[in-house]
């Protein structure tokens, strides 16, 4: 179950593949972002409730083909450059974008999770969204006559996570602030979780999240994995990495320089590329948890 993330990576996701990488503040799978922009695929959709920075870096690496989301920045600084490059100048290519509200993109991950063709949700309303965007649809309440927003379901083919721990059966913990990673790994084809540590045992922690080794196919161990975001626990967010994100991002010679030293260091060399030293890790203790015939994908949420 555990592999090297390059490993994960090659076996896992491959050119014209929907990709899911989820995260909502802490736990966001920075290192697998990167080891996708080494190894060069192509053609991605791009699937994320709120892409980031990392987001920032794969559009302009040119792994994207298309992205779906429902709100994109560089959280507490600004916009993601590469991103509005790639949209306003088609830099380094094209990039078609889709965009939905959080509660819209939310509910497509859930009827994903559970094995239905689309989801329904009184949303989008006082938005130009349904003008723009053929996914979202409107039907009629059978019972109520209510007229309901309906979005298709999310079922990518590869979610990748990134969590606090794992046991040695490949069963995944995570705990703090939780986004939509469950339903996003439940609604998925293949699912590749890169975790601070293995061990023997998973303490029960208030707040978690167990994800059982059967919807899981593989584990890479990536301490720092998630920096600079923070993992409840392990380490802090590293504000200045994504201050730094800004300047890098602006300009497309500095990325480009950027680039090619992410490119030229190996697998889960995350931290010290963004922000010049990996996190400091350390075992979490208890004081550290947080206070208390369908021919659609069915997901594995069925």
């Not at 969590?163 to 790994?185: F, S």
């Not at 293949?190 to 303490?203: F, H, N, Q």
Request: charged residues 20%.
């Amino acid at each position: 179950m555990a592999v090297p993330l390059d490993e994960a990576v090659r076996q896992l996701i491959h050119d014209g593949d929907t990709v899911a990488l989820e995260g909502f503040t802490h736990l966001i799978p920075v290192a697998a972002g990167h080891e996708i922009i080494r190894q060069g695929l192509r053609g991605l959709t791009l699937v994320r409730m709120t892409p980031d920075i990392v987001y920032d870096q794969l559009i302009g690496a040119g792994c994207a083909r298309r992205l779906v989301f429902s709100w994109g920045g560089n959280p507490g600084v600004g916009s993601l450059h590469r991103f509005r490059d790639a949209v306003a100048a088609s830099w380094p290519g094209p990039l078609e974008i889709e965009e939905h509200s959080h509660a819209g993109m939310a509910n497509r991950y859930v009827a994903g999770a559970s094995g239905l063709p689309f989801a329904v949700l009184r949303g989008y309303r006082g938005t130009d969204l349904v003008e723009h965007n053929p996914n979202i649809k409107t039907v009629s309440c059978p019972f109520t006559g209510q007229e309901l927003a309906a979005v298709p379901a999310l079922n990518p083919d590869v979610t990748v996570i990134h969590a606090q721990r794992a046991d040695t059966a490949g069963n995944v913990q995570l705990w703090g602030i939780v986004g939509i990673q469950k339903e996003a790994a439940l609604a998925a084809d293949r699912v590749l979780v890169t975790v601070e540590e293995v061990v023997d045992a998973l303490d029960p922690v208030p707040g978690q999240v167990i994800l059982p080794s059967r919807v899981v196919d593989a584990v890479s161990v990536v301490p720092g994995g998630a920096a600079p975001s923070y993992a409840h626990g392990y380490y802090e967010r590293d504000n200045a990495a994504y201050k730094a994100w800004d300047t890098i991002g602006r300009n497309r010679e500095a990325f480009t320089a950027w680039l090619a030293e992410l490119t030229s260091t190996e697998s889960g060399s995350t931290a010290a590329v963004l922000s010049g030293a990996a996190p400091t890790t350390s075992t979490p203790t208890a004081s550290a948890a947080p206070d208390a015939g369908d021919p659609e994908p069915a997901g594995r949420g069925t």
